[in-house]
């Protein structure tokens, strides 16, 4: 280490100044907590929506603010299924429920539990295996396997209790922890409440939170456990959030360069020799053990010292305590002695050279940076992104995030309605309405975001039906999609003009399309689908500047989703688009993903080409051929140059039928085979070509 008396305060505002560029501030830490807790919200909303019977949590670095873009941090979501009660004691069982008596004794790890079926109807326990996810113990009792809901998943891999889905470029990796709820505070956990360090930290009010939040037990076992596949891992992660959410600034980022250091120098080539949960476990331990006036801007290396000292006589002892239930050693079966060795010395060369190592940290160009604000080399000797460029990006990363998770929860609520009556589906939005009117404010803000795609989809079936009836539009039907416009900047509007389109009423439908383009053109406007996992679009330095200027109300003005009508709006769907419906022969279905391929029974196209195509047909019938052949052309355009297209065999199969009425034939067939090319299975344009063919011998 450096002899100079003040060398450690200089290093430490150093890296209080880097960490804040690179988006470790107050600021963007309470900004990115609310973006999750606005996913958690819609989410949430949805399940209730279509009347599934469980919650789910947003937690992990993402969710608390901890990372940075460079960490490239996983997205952790936790699945509670009510249905199931996990008791401690008999009084908690509950008639109805899937109850089971949680049993912790000499041959469960400490932290880990067995889970003994219980009776549904009386408190007593089940005394026959009911499947295979059961067991019966040497003591006769029932156990449920921790294999219940470990399952392989197309494009899933599993790691522990979770079944991780691995992020497309753009997206952070997604963990979904399957979790069934404890009835009370885990008797294990009992002593945390009590214990008090040095810091006086948590405080009291902290702990009394920690016990009204929910726990849980997630479906793995420990590493050193004769019964892996019985053991139930308990979970105090709601309580761990909360911690985490009252960490100061210079704690979140003594928590950052922890799990820089540990992907640069202890876990190298992608290992994971010690996770940032331990991490995160030394950091609570150490500031529960120190006075709470030494972590301050000015002291944060001497505060990462003292925890990687600690981390380090975590893995010379092969011992790492759960913050909440110290007998869950975190380490335990962890490492081999060579790896233990190894990593031993990994940290001891890192504290004996520390500044030198951490100059040497390449992510978020940490290294550079710090190098930079010691004055060790003069700017501009390094090229990075300025703190402004680092705002802009998370914030375009929330925006985008927020209108993708909007996307999403459209098509999962779309999924539960299309084979609902009108009269269930005007129930289910009540119940959406209602929500909104009693609820806190993120639940507000999260039906301003959803509310008006399902006001639309709703106008569009209630028109749908009247079509067929007397090709006119109700009155009611028009409230409900005039109530749905500023979803975003054109797909609610694009609907509206189908409408019209589809009654004939082509000046009408014009002037919207009119409206449309005008608008879609005075702002830097992305695409945004929810029903493919793609990457999200690529967006320009104006689009990123708004986000940076600009509250998250921008979203309907910069956004431009994917259109949507399910099969109870067909007489609202242009007869082109409607084939889209029934894209899929019986061999394609075999290759579909069952849980995420259901929008392939719709008819789904991007906004732009949409707009274009429904130009074209309306010039068409109202004889205006410049401006159809206009239209024309710049479906083409777009089609060709716009990388952004999340629907693009759609755009092309229109584009083909477009050719065949302007009789050009072979351009039309170019058009479905680029279409295949896109989208081999699943796509309408095998048809078309069918159609196509046939046609042409017909009239050779």
């Known amino acids: 280490m450096f002899q100079e008396p003040d060398y450690r305060e200089n290093l430490s505002l150093a890296l209080s100044e880097v960490l804040h560029d690179i988006g470790v501030n107050e600021r963007l830490v309470m900004r990115r907590r609310r973006h999750f807790m606005l996913e958690e919200t819609m989410q949430n909303i949805t399940i209730r929506f279509i009347d599934r019977n469980m919650t789910c949590y947003q937690l992990g670095s993402q969710s608390e603010g901890t990372t940075t873009r460079g960490l490239h941090s996983d997205s952790d979501v936790l699945f509670c299924y009510h249905e199931f009660n996990i008791i401690q004691d008999w009084s908690e069982w509950e008639h109805g429920k899937k109850n089971y008596l949680m049993i912790q004794d000499e041959s469960t790890t400490p932290g880990y539990c067995f889970l003994q079926l219980l009776r549904p109807d009386i408190p007593l326990p089940v005394t026959v295996i009911p499947n295979e996810h059961y067991i019966n113990d040497r003591s006769g009792r029932i156990l449920l396997k921790n294999t219940l809901y470990i399952a392989v998943i197309q494009d899933a891999v599993v790691h522990g209790p979770s079944i991780a889905r691995q992020g497309q470029d753009g997206f952070c990796d997604m963990d979904s922890v399957p979790a069934l709820p404890c009835k009370s505070w885990p008797q294990s956990a009992s002593d945390w409440l009590d214990r008090q360090g040095i810091g006086r930290w948590p405080t009291q009010d902290m702990r009394r939170y920690a016990v009204s939040t929910r726990c849980f037990v997630v479906a793995t076992g420990s590493k050193v456990s004769e019964y892996p596949d019985l053991e139930w891992r308990i979970s105090t992660s709601l309580a761990e959030k909360h911690l985490m959410f009252n960490l100061n600034i210079t704690q979140i980022r003594c928590y950052v360069l922890l799990k820089m250091i540990l992907k640069s120098f202890l876990n190298p080539q992608g290992e994971i020799n010690i996770s940032s949960f331990m991490c995160k476990t030394v950091l609570l331990h150490c500031i529960e053990n120190t006075e709470s006036s030494i972590w301050k801007e000015n002291n944060l290396f001497i505060c990462l010292t003292y925890c990687l000292l600690e981390l380090h006589s975590c893995v010379q002892n092969d011992h790492c305590s759960h913050f909440i239930i110290r007998e869950n050693n975190l380490m335990a079966g962890q490492f081999t002695a060579e790896k233990k060795h190894e990593l031993s010395k990994n940290i001891s060369d890192f504290l004996q050279n520390d500044r030198q190592m951490l100059l040497r940290i390449e992510i978020d160009d940490l290294g550079y940076r710090l190098q930079v604000k010691l004055n060790m080399v003069p700017h501009g000797a390094y090229y990075y992104q300025s703190s402004l460029a680092m705002h802009e990006f998370y914030m375009t990363e929330e925006y985008l995030n927020t209108a993708h998770n909007t996307s999403l929860t459209h098509v999962h609520i779309l999924r539960h309605l299309h084979t609902k009556n009108i009269r269930t589906m005007k129930h289910c939005i009540g119940k959406l309405i209602t929500i909104n009117v009693n609820g806190n404010r993120l639940e507000k803000t999260a039906f301003k975001f959803m509310a008006p795609f399902l006001f639309t989809t709703y106008g569009s079936i209630l028109a749908s039906s009247r079509i067929s009836e007397n090709n006119q539009v109700s009155p009611q039907a028009l409230v409900w999609l005039s109530a749905g416009l500023n979803s975003d900047i054109s797909s609610s509007r694009l609907k509206l003009a189908s409408v019209f389109y589809c009654t004939g009423d082509m000046e009408r439908a014009e002037l919207i399309l009119r409206h449309i383009e005008q608008q879609y053109y005075s702002y830097p406007v992305v695409p945004i689908c929810g029903c493919l996992n793609n990457p999200p679009s690529a967006v320009t330095e104006e689009y990123m500047r708004i986000c940076?200027?600009?509250?998250?109300?921008?979203?309907?003005?910069?956004?431009?989703?994917?259109?949507?009508?399910?099969?109870?709006?067909?007489?609202?769907?242009?007869?082109?688009?409607?084939?889209?419906?029934?894209?899929?022969?019986?061999?394609?279905?075999?290759?579909?993903?069952?849980?995420?391929?259901?929008?392939?029974?719709?008819?789904?196209?991007?906004?732009?080409?949409?707009?274009?195509?429904?130009?074209?047909?309306?010039?068409?019938?109202?004889?205006?051929?410049?401006?159809?052949?206009?239209?024309?052309?710049?479906?083409?355009?777009?089609?060709?140059?716009?990388?952004?297209?999340?629907?693009?065999?759609?755009?092309?199969?229109?584009?083909?039928?477009?050719?065949?009425?302007?009789?050009?034939?072979?351009?039309?067939?170019?058009?479905?085979?680029?279409?295949?090319?896109?989208?081999?299975?699943?796509?309408?344009?095998?048809?078309?070509?069918?159609?196509?063919?046939?046609?042409?011998?017909?009239?050779?």
Not at 561 to 566: A, H, K, L, P, T
Not at 611 to 637: N, T
Not at 649 to 672: D, S, V
Request: aromatic share 10%; net charge neutral; charged share 25%.
């Open 548 to 700: 940076g200027e600009q509250s998250e109300d921008c979203i309907k003005h910069i956004t431009a989703f994917c259109v949507r009508f399910i099969p109870k709006e067909m007489n609202c769907t242009p007869h082109e688009l409607q084939y889209e419906m029934f894209r899929s022969t019986q061999d394609d279905m075999i290759h579909r993903v069952q849980y995420a391929d259901y929008w392939m029974d719709w008819a789904v196209v991007d906004s732009l080409p949409f707009l274009y195509f429904l130009q074209y047909k309306i010039f068409s019938h109202l004889q205006r051929y410049q401006d159809k052949q206009q239209s024309l052309s710049k479906l083409i355009r777009t089609i060709v140059t716009d990388i952004n297209l999340k629907h693009r065999e759609t755009a092309l199969n229109i584009l083909g039928q477009c050719m065949e009425q302007e009789n050009r034939p072979h351009e039309a067939l170019k058009c479905y085979m680029l279409s295949l090319q896109q989208r081999a299975r699943n796509n309408v344009a095998n048809f078309h070509i069918c159609k196509l063919l046939s046609g042409v011998l017909s009239d050779q």
